[in-house]
């Protein structure tokens, strides 16, 4: 496997841990009523634990490998020297805080009760907006830099929000099977769905900004693999958005029927959507490495 592909593997790893961290830590810490916060985060735990322990590693070993992408030969990934060069570039500056934010989410989980969650969405955020200090979205100086950086992280928190929290909702949905947890699970899922409006508002303008602020207008784009790709994500995203519409104005509404067996459709709705959103992960860590031009 060359660097690149292993670059290119490791930062979807990487999208994907945090996300799904960030995800689900909007519900154990905001999403959920109060009563049934530590329950939840009891059945979240092993989501957690799994993917703040994942967005460490990953983020470590994404370092190692770009020391080797940047020297020209992975050989020097046990150089100290290049360690030392490459950290004093602007990633090595950014991803030594990325790290740090890491490392945060992991100790996070040595902690209990509310503080614990509050922690985990704390740093899975902060991972997220320094993400948006590297790739094309650091290619401006000045304000003009600051503010395509912004708009950067609030797409990443508003896609983290969105896509990172189906794999919850599906779990959700177990949950309102049990008359226990019911009704709070409900509650829970109306409250995902609500703001979830606002989340993919957000993505969508934040990444439609995203692509103007890199390449231009579209009627200018060049046909490159990057913006072959690029029309390959919205394709997706659209199909997601489509599917998200579905669940929440055809399928919820029927839940209140004692008949209804909108259940099972919803389950495998959210799943295609969620399978939706790995690939349009995967599209963005291969062009996220290409240039617009």
């Known amino acids: ?45 092993l989501i957690l634990a799994s ?29 100290p020297d290049t360690w030392q060069a490459v950290l004093q570039t602007r990633f090595g500056v ?46 401006r100086d000045s304000w003009a830099g600051v503010l395509q950086q912004a708009n950067h992280a609030l797409h990443l928190i508003a896609a983290a929000f969105w896509a990172g929290g189906l794999v919850p909702l599906l779990l959700l949905m177990r949950d309102a099977r049990h008359t226990a947890f019911r009704r709070d699970a409900i509650r829970c899922m109306m409250r995902f769905s609500r703001y979830g409006h606002l989340a993919v508002a957000l993505a969508l303008l934040t990444g439609i900004m995203n692509s103007l602020l890199i390449a231009g207008s579209p009627l200018n784009w060049q046909a490159t693999l990057w913006s072959e790709l690029l029309v390959a994500k919205v394709l997706l995203v659209m199909l997601m958005v489509l599917i998200a519409l579905v669940n929440r104005y055809l399928l919820v509404p029927r839940f209140r029927l004692a008949t209804s067996d909108a259940s099972p459709l919803f389950i495998r709705l959210t799943q295609l959507e969620l399978l939706l959103a790995m690939g349009v992960i995967g599209l963005v860590s291969v062009f996220a490495t290409l240039s617009p031009a």
């Open 94 to 139: 950014i991803w030594r805080w990325e790290i740090g934010f890491a490392l945060l989410s992991a100790l996070s989980l040595l902690l209990r009760g509310t503080l614990r969650q509050k922690m985990l969405l704390l740093s899975s955020l902060l991972q997220l907006i320094a993400l948006a200090g590297v790739g094309h979205a650091a290619m």
């Open 1 to 45: 496997m060359s660097l690149t592909t292993l670059w290119i593997s490791l930062r979807a790893l990487h999208f994907m841990a945090l996300l799904l961290l960030a995800g689900s830590a909007f519900y154990t810490a905001l999403l959920a009523p109060l009563r049934y916060r530590s329950l939840l985060a009891q059945h979240l735990g």
């Open 51 to 79: 993917s703040a322990v994942l967005s460490l590693l990953s983020s470590v070993l994404m370092l190692a490998t770009q020391t080797g992408l940047m020297s020209g030969d992975w050989r020097n990934i046990s150089d």
